[in-house]
């Protein structure tokens, strides 16, 4: 089973900009469709984005759309998420997740669909 650690959080200000990294290993990266969540306090976990096996496809959750970019590099088992222009309200832990192939054009945007998922890593974005 493919594990994952995600870096990169950290507390930045309203309208900068943050790169979390996602490091892979075990099992055949590019077996595994991957993806962003994220959680904040009291709140439930909520889909960022996420790409196909070899990041042909990207998909985005409507409140990040147009800020985040999601990329994966397969030869170095890194998955990426560009966060900018973030906002107060994007505070939240973002955790990585790995799930099984999917098929046609919709991603499995639940969290019950990823099967490995990494520790998280805190961002916060102050006012």
């Known amino acids: 089973q493919v594990q994952l650690v995600e870096s990169g959080g950290g507390l930045v200000q309203a309208e900068g900009s943050l790169r979390l990294s996602c490091v892979a290993s075990g099992g055949t990266f590019s077996n595994y469709v991957m993806a962003w969540f994220r959680q904040a306090p009291g709140k439930e976990r909520e889909f960022v984005g996420g790409t196909s096996r070899f990041g042909g496809r990207t998909y985005y959750g409507d409140l990040v759309k147009g800020r985040f970019t999601i990329s994966r590099d397969n030869t170095k088992n890194i998955f990426y998420l560009q966060m900018n222009n973030l906002k107060p309200e994007d505070t939240a832990v973002y955790y990585c997740?790995?799930?099984?192939?999917?098929?046609?054009?919709?991603?499995?945007?639940?969290?019950?669909?990823?099967?490995?998922w990494g520790q998280g890593t805190q961002v916060t974005v102050s006012s």
């Open positions: 997740a790995a799930g099984r192939p999917f098929y046609g054009d919709t991603f499995p945007s639940k969290p019950e669909s990823f099967g490995s």
